[in-house]
T-cell receptor, first 116, second 111 residues
Framework: DTGVSQDPRHKITKRGQNVTFRCDPI?????LYWYRQTLGQGPEFLTY????????KSRLLSNRFSAERPKGSFSTLEIQRTEQGDSAMYLC??????????????FGPGTRLTVL | TQLLEQSPQFLSIQEGENLTVYCNSS?????LQWYRQEPGEGPVLLVT?????EVKKLKRLTFQFGDARKDSSLHITAAQTGDTGLYLC???????????FGDGTTLTVKP
């Protein structure tokens, strides 16, 4: 399978705990994105990387959230001191940024986080 | 502020019927993507449109990008139960990394 993979698929945690999610993009893709999606809403942008550089981070993103892509391949998203409002589906996507228009993003299956 | 408005929010039809869903914005996008998402899964890319007035066909699905590149529509002919899902549009601007998503149209096709 050469698509985007995410691990774990589901995570249940208690309020106040830290959680970390992993995303493995399509291997030749240089861009990697993190989104959050709650029921009845479209994906909400969190942050994105081009290679190992984090180029943009949503202003809505709490400082409890941090993401890394140390070698320009896989990425991790960490949430510290989780709150019930963090419960959502966390989606990772990757794309190959070229010179033409149209940044087609390919999504992983997501990690469903439930904070009790 | 929701930059992309999708309508209708919910649509329930019988198998064999035709339908159109819309994605509208006051902003200009350099490209627009349509995705379909099933419960518990990530969105799956259907098509990308980049040129104003562009029409793309994917079997029974027809996608159109508005002349001003502010809106788009998705038309499904002879809907099938397998078309059931959440249809999302996403717009990207030139030199912007992120895409902005609408909240989707939930389509249910009944047998």
């Amino acid at each position: 399978d050469t698509g985007v993979s995410q691990d774990p698929r589901h995570k249940i945690t208690k309020r106040g705990q830290n959680v970390t999610f992993r995303c493995d993009p399509i291997s030749e893709h240089n861009r990697l994105y993190w989104y959050r999606q709650t029921l009845g809403q479209g994906p909400e942008f969190l942050t994105y990387f081009q290679n190992e550089a984090q180029l943009e981070k949503s202003r809505l993103l709490s400082n409890r959230f941090s993401a890394e892509r140390p070698k320009g391949s896989f990425s991790t998203l960490e949430i510290q001191r989780t709150e019930q409002g963090d419960s959502a589906m966390y989606l990772c996507a990757s794309s190959l940024r070229g010179t033409s228009g149209g940044d087609e993003q390919f999504f992983g299956p997501g990690t469903r986080l439930t904070v009790l | 502020t929701q930059l992309l408005e999708q309508s209708p929010q919910f649509l329930s039809i019988q198998e064999g019927e035709n339908l159109t869903v819309y994605c509208n914005s006051s902003s200009v996008f350099s490209s627009l993507q349509w995705y379909r998402q099933e419960p518990g899964e990530g969105p799956v890319l259907l098509v990308t449109v980049v040129t104003g007035g562009e029409v793309k066909k994917l079997k029974r699905l027809t996608f159109q990008f508005g002349d001003a590149r502010k809106d788009s529509s998705l038309h499904i002919t002879a809907a099938q139960t397998g078309d059931t899902g959440l249809y999302l549009c996403a717009g990207a601007r030139t030199n912007a990394g992120k895409s902005t998503f609408g909240d989707g149209t939930t389509l249910t096709v009944k047998p």
